[in-house]
């Protein structure tokens, strides 16, 4: 008998364009194999979450995924098709912020943790979270966020080359980038100039960070869930193997290790701030000073959270559901440290670019695409990612036979 109140089914929102986000396909194998009745956003009716068996019903956007108004009204209509109230779980930090936004308008129809008011957008903001960080003492690299080219300009000069520019609020940037990536590492002022100068595009503000050496085994991340007491009732601390595109790209293969010094900080982290619900925090240790800094803080489950799974099936998707439904989160059976997670379709291009190789430990693989009990998504994404390189293929010929 599955531990989780199958009578209470789930939706999974996601706003950010992206059909090959293996953490929502974990998320619906996840719940789908406790036996909850899983519903989620997606692109199309063809992309590889939509292909999944553990997924009751795909809906699809209409209209801009961006405005509230708009996530208000597909909500609306997700519920009614469902039929009954469900825990609405966000896949991203924009489905996060929009969600928390709107959690007093939808209460009668989903579930959501109680965060504090504008909690989920202050932590998602990279320049909040600087911020936030000075208040708390934490860790974090030494930010500057300029106000002009010239001021850029200088604090290129201050922190030292190389840095890092991010844009605050990643998820406003044009779509298809607009020749913008979320974050760039920087070698000179005149690049930090231009990229300020793109800050109209960009649609938030420049941050320029120190670097904080990034050496194989210094970036490490923390999943965790916090129930409505503020009790951190699952969590899991894992160090980045590989990642993609390479050096400081997302996780292609990550191993789940033990490190009571990080998780600690980020159960004060979250503590301090009131969290509620799932996050994923990304941290870098810094040889130097032997201090941990907090890069980024996600309100909402991290893509490898399937790898601090025990041997019940518990992680911090199924954590959640049993602490909005009511139900009692059991203590980890069976915790399997070692584990590895890997993203198939980036972990063979991170490793043969970063020409390492990664092993197995003793808790075995999750694999983000592969599973013998739900094959379609796997060949959906080979199929879509063959294509893809395909079409990359052929345009980098018409360009050669151009020029």
């Not at 109140?5 to 706003?15: F, H, I, K, M, W």
């Amino acid at each position: 008998m599955s531990p989780l109140d199958t009578r209470v089914p789930a939706l999974l929102l996601r706003l950010d364009r992206n059909p090959f986000h293996h953490g929502s396909l974990g998320a619906v194998r996840s719940l789908g194999r406790a036996g909850v009745e899983v519903h989620a956003f997606v692109e199309t009716a063809r992309t590889p979450l939509a292909r999944s068996r553990y997924l009751r019903r795909a809906h699809l956007f209409d209209g801009d995924p961006w405005s509230p108004a708009e996530v208000e009204r597909a909500l609306v209509t997700a519920a009614e098709r469902i039929g009954r109230r469900a825990v609405l779980i966000p896949m991203d930090d924009v489905g996060a912020i929009t969600a928390a936004s709107l959690a007093d308008r939808l209460a009668d129809r989903f579930l959501l943790p109680d965060l504090p008011e504008g909690l989920a957008e202050r932590a998602a903001d990279k320049a909040e979270l600087a911020a936030l960080c000075a208040t708390l003492g934490v860790p974090h690299p030494q930010t500057a966020v300029p106000g002009s080219e010239d001021e850029a300009a200088d604090a290129v000069r201050a922190l030292g080359l190389p840095l890092v520019a991010k844009w605050s609020r990643p998820w406003l940037l044009p779509r298809g980038g607009a020749g913008l990536r979320s974050t760039t590492v920087v070698t000179s002022p005149a690049q930090a100039r231009r990229l300020f100068a793109a800050a109209p595009r960009a649609g938030s503000r420049l941050l320029l960070q120190r670097m904080v050496p990034g050496r194989p085994g210094a970036d490490w991340f923390f999943h965790g869930c916090f129930g409505a007491d503020g009790a951190c009732l699952l969590g899991g601390t894992g160090r980045k193997e590989l990642s993609w595109p390479v050096p400081a790209g997302l996780t292609a293969v990550g191993s789940w290790l033990p490190n009571p010094a990080l998780a600690r900080l980020a159960r004060r982290v979250a503590g301090a701030l009131g969290y509620r619900g799932v996050l994923d925090m990304d941290f870098r240790f810094d040889a130097a000073t032997g201090a941990y800094h907090l890069l980024d803080f996600n309100p909402r489950p991290g893509a490898q959270f399937r790898l601090f799974t025990d041997r019940s099936g518990l992680d911090v998707v199924r954590a959640l559901h049993l602490d909005l439904t009511g139900r009692a989160v059991p203590g980890p059976r069976s915790a399997r440290p070692g584990r590895v997670f890997v993203a198939e379709n980036y972990g063979v291009l991170a490793a043969l670019a970063a020409r390492r190789r990664w092993r197995a430990g003793g808790g075995g693989v999750e694999w983000a695409w592969f599973s013998a009990d739900d094959p379609a998504p796997f060949r959906a994404m080979a199929g879509g990612a063959l294509r893809r390189g395909l079409r990359t293929a052929q345009r980098g010929r018409e360009k050669r036979a151009v020029a």
